[in-house]
């Protein structure tokens, strides 16, 4: 496993239940080819202001074959929620927004996002 993904998911040996307050960290697995994984990276690169207390990260899946096979990503673009270190859910709808990855960590985590969800776009 690669050093940036062990650094986003440590973990406290001492907790040894979900229901325990943990590090939670939310993982996107993309390619830079894929245009669904063009389409989530604004949306999923504002997560940490919406929730400062998540660890985010996102992990070019052709570069790190082997924590694709560790963590069974088969397709891209894949969001994983880890508790403590370990999966705890996969996002599994097709609308890759900010919106809906607000309404997946709060379901999973019971936090409370910190500011309004925007994403907009810019023509530069």
Partial sequence: MSQLLQDVLWSNSSIK???I???CSIVLFYTSWCPFSAKAAPHFNALPRA?????VAAIDATAHGSVNSHFGIL???TILLFHNGKSIAKFNESSFT?????EFIMTHTGE???VFLLVQY???
């Fill in 98 to 102: 900010l919106n809906k990855f607000a």
């Fill in 17 to 19: 239940s979900r229901v």
């Fill in 112 to 114: 409370e996002k910190n």
């Fill in 51 to 55: 929730f400062p207390q998540l660890r």
């Fill in 75 to 77: 397709s891209v673009p």
């Fill in 122 to 124: 810019k023509k530069f």
């Fill in 21 to 23: 307050p943990a590090n």
